[in-house]
């Protein structure tokens, strides 16, 4: 349960890396008139911010269902 949250939050915490990351980097336009910006940090940090997010949502949902059944 809690290497789940542990997991969770380095999938989180590399999403808001991500992000940090395409924010100090960010776009120009090179001299052929060309828009360069790092778009590959974005979609990335979408990623590990919602897969962390699922996983911390399974865990939340097994400790709920655990604590549930030990009721009974």
Do not use: C, N
């Amino acid at each position: 349960m809690r290497r789940s949250i542990l997991i969770s939050l380095v999938l989180l915490g590399i999403g808001a890396a991500l992000w940090a990351g395409y924010a100090s980097q960010g776009s120009y336009v090179d001299t052929d008139g060309v828009l360069r910006e790092p778009f590959h940090l974005l979609a990335l940090g979408w990623f590990f911010v919602l897969a962390g997010g699922a996983v911390m949502v399974f865990a939340a949902g097994v400790a709920v269902l655990s604590r549930i059944w030990r009721r009974k």
